[in-house]
């Protein structure tokens, strides 16, 4: 009797392969989205500590403000313990400062930009990312991505000054496969992860038989669990539409 193929198991979400989220330290988001306290005030905020979050890469920034409120935000290059930090429309551009980004001058680096105003941060979250802020048409911002993708979003999402810490973080070689273990443990993927072809025949479609460097064809209609991999065009002849 065979078992369940690698993919059957993800889609079935079990203990190994669920998110461990009580590893974590908290949401790293911006604070409550207040249209009217960000836009008529500047709230002052110090960096209280710098934390490690197992899986992400980026350290992260706790910061108190001057109201009570306490946020974590991943930490721009440069951040330290004791820095202070302005939150509000009418802050500074300074390193580690939080802003509209149609309020943030032309040219500047920034990173966890909000998609829309009060999302908490969508872009630039990684370690040594960010984006660019190009120009400011009407109430829209137009900015650069990481992957170099040019994007309109809101003037008035929020965005930090700066360049997200730990850049390089993947120049280094993890050298064992302990590290790589460990990391699979924090961010809920399967580790290792082998070849189905290296597979005996029970345990995967594609396993088994004298021909190694090949697949077993699979019919087109079948079911997840019996065609794995890309095996198959998603689609053949020309799209419907297109001239070329």
């Not at 998110?19 to 790293?28: A, E, F, Q, T």
């Not at 960096?47 to 992260?60: C, I, K, Q, T, Y």
């Not at 935000?73 to 551009?93: L, T």
């Not at 040219?107 to 969508?122: A, F, I, T, W, Y």
């Amino acid at each position: 009797m065979g078992k369940r193929l690698l993919v059957q198991r993800r889609g079935r979400g079990g203990s190994v392969f669920r998110h461990p989220g009580w590893k974590k330290i908290g949401r790293v988001a911006y604070r409550k989205y207040d249209p009217k306290e960000f836009s008529s005030k500047v709230i002052r905020g110090k960096v209280v500590e710098l934390l490690h979050d197992p899986g992400r890469g980026a350290p992260v920034a706790r910061i108190k403000f001057e109201d009570g409120i306490e946020m974590l935000m991943v930490a721009p290059e440069g951040m330290a313990v004791g820095q202070e930090v302005f939150y509000g429309e009418n802050a500074p551009p300074n390193l580690g400062n939080i802003l509209p980004v149609g309020k943030i001058p032309e040219g500047s680096q920034v990173c966890n930009v909000e998609l829309r105003p009060g999302d908490g941060g969508k872009f630039a979250r990684s370690s040594g990312t960010y984006a660019i802020v190009l120009a400011h048409v009407d109430d829209k911002t137009i900015i650069q991505l990481p992957s170099k993708k040019v994007k309109k979003i809101d003037s008035k999402a929020r965005a930090t000054i700066g360049i997200v810490a730990a850049g390089g973080r993947i120049e280094k070689p993890l050298l064992k496969a302990g590290k790589v273990y460990h990391i699979s443990k924090s961010k809920s993927f399967k580790y290792p992860t082998v070849r189905g072809k290296a597979m005996s025949p029970y345990a995967h479609p594609a396993g088994g038989g004298s021909h190694p460097k090949g697949l077993r064809p699979a019919p087109r209609t079948a079911p997840p669990g019996r065609k794995v991999g890309h095996i198959a065009p998603r689609q053949t002849g020309r799209r419907k539409g297109r001239k070329r």
